[in-house]
């Protein structure tokens, strides 16, 4: 025997799916709305459809970024000066840059009153400070030019850096100015390289400045003609190694 429906009960799904249904698809299109008025994220939003759609989003994505390795870049020369980079040095020997300097002093008549000699970091020019300043003073005498002017062109061609030393005497000195020979030295070398950058623009970069002081004199400062020896202004051409060796060699 067949078994009666009960009455009242019609066919399909029941009435609580039918609501449940209606608010489900309410819920979803509320999210795709919440999502539409924002700054959408693709990926964010691509895993959030699937997951209505019961697919995983852990194995779902692009593929991770490659790890940008840095691009190997090619030093160059130092162009901070705006010039084009110098070709390379000519290599001299001692005695060339010796005789270079010597056909200078020769030919500018300064034979009798600027030094030359060797020495282990290469060539040396000793000036009397008498020719360049006045007692306890680092300003250039007006007729300093005459002694510096001859070697700028020199020191623009040899391939070298020069090392101005400033040297005294052991007298003290205690003025606002100079409140030991270490100032008054180290001021009366920077002065020589400010006048060959200032008055024949030579590269900054080619000099040194050094403040000896009263500490490498050349004699006993017990006479007057001693001390005299002693303030100078010294010029060192200095060598590479190649004429370092050869000095040694000389030696």
Partial sequence: MRKRRSQGELPGSPHWMTTFSDMMTLILVFFVLLFSLSVVDTIKFQAFLASFQGVGVLDWGEKPMEEVQPETITP???LSSGRDP??????YTLMEVYEMVQQTLAEAGLDDQVGLRYEEAGVALDIPDKVL?????ADL???AQAVLDPLADLFRRLPFQVHVEGHTDS?????REFPSNW???GARASR???YYIDTHHLDPHKFVAIGYGEYR???PNDTEENMQLNRRVVMVIRANEVIQREVLAVE
């Fill in 183 to 185: 100032e008054l030295s």
């Fill in 192 to 194: 020589v390289i400010r």
């Fill in 141 to 143: 005498k007006p007729e």
């Fill in 171 to 175: 007298r003290p000195i205690s003025t």
């Fill in 217 to 219: 004199p050349v004699a």
């Fill in 133 to 137: 300043f006045d007692t306890a003073k």
């Fill in 76 to 78: 160059i020369q130092d």
């Fill in 86 to 91: 110098l070709p390379p040095a000519p290599d």
